[in-house]
């Protein structure tokens, strides 16, 4: 249902648009991990996956379950919540081993948190926990880069101009771009195996940058 939602709402934010890599595929037990740069993204990214006929199984902060409505989705779906700075967090990698381990996908933001800038220009993405890392120690199983870019124009900055770029989106109807990269098999320690991931999923990034004309992407 997540995803169905993300689908419908999507396209009434903005105007999206979705790329692949020659040869990426998204097969079952894969690991889908995404630049996290503003709320709305995971919405676009799921949609951006719907289109693609892929609904994963999504690692996400534990205080969206406390959300009405949205917590009792999350909850039903078997969605996994992340208790960042807490006991409870091996519990996630644990769930989402399992999830693999039955077929199904799972979509990660391994930088583990929103930037703290207020412009709703793009950024490379920010610096990967070592939870992507330990997950596919543990399983083996390929990782999916992902790169969208856009989100920012729907919300960013303070929360009176989020909630404000969020009632104007539909009128706006920003660009947004989502590129899904070739799947790559990760290996080495854990901070091989992040830095790799972290360059695949900037590489997807400038992709869908680019193709927006962002500043960001086009002067590297």
């Not at 949609?47 to 989705?73: D, H, T």
């Not at 990698?93 to 999830?99: F, G, T």
């Amino acid at each position: 249902m997540l995803s169905r939602i993300a689908g419908v709402l999507a396209p009434g934010v903005g105007r999206l648009s979705v790329t692949t890599d020659s040869g990426t595929g998204l097969t079952p037990g894969s690991i889908i991990v995404a630049n996290h740069t503003s709320l709305a993204d995971p919405a676009i990214v799921l949609a951006a996956l719907y289109r693609l006929g892929v609904e994963p199984v999504v690692m996400a902060a534990a205080g969206l379950w406390r959300v009405p409505l949205l917590g009792r989705i999350l909850a039903r779906e078997g969605h996994i919540p992340v208790f960042r700075r807490d006991r409870r967090a091996a519990g996630a990698i644990d769930a989402a081993a399992e999830a693999l381990a039955h077929g199904r996908l799972i979509l990660i933001y391994a930088e583990g948190g929103l930037p703290r800038r207020t412009d709703a220009a793009e950024a490379a993405p920010g610096t990967f926990h070592s939870g992507l890392a330990r997950l596919t120690e543990r399983t083996g199983a390929p990782v999916v880069p992902v790169g969208q870019a856009g989100a920012r124009r729907v919300t960013s900055g303070s929360v009176a101009k989020q909630l404000a770029g969020l009632a104007t989106a539909p009128l706006r109807r920003p660009a947004l771009h989502v590129h899904v990269g070739a799947p790559l098999e990760l290996s080495g320690d854990r901070a091989m195996r992040t830095t790799r991931a972290r360059s695949a999923v900037t590489t997807a990034w400038r992709t869908a940058a680019a193709r927006l004309g962002e500043p960001a992407a086009l002067a590297v």
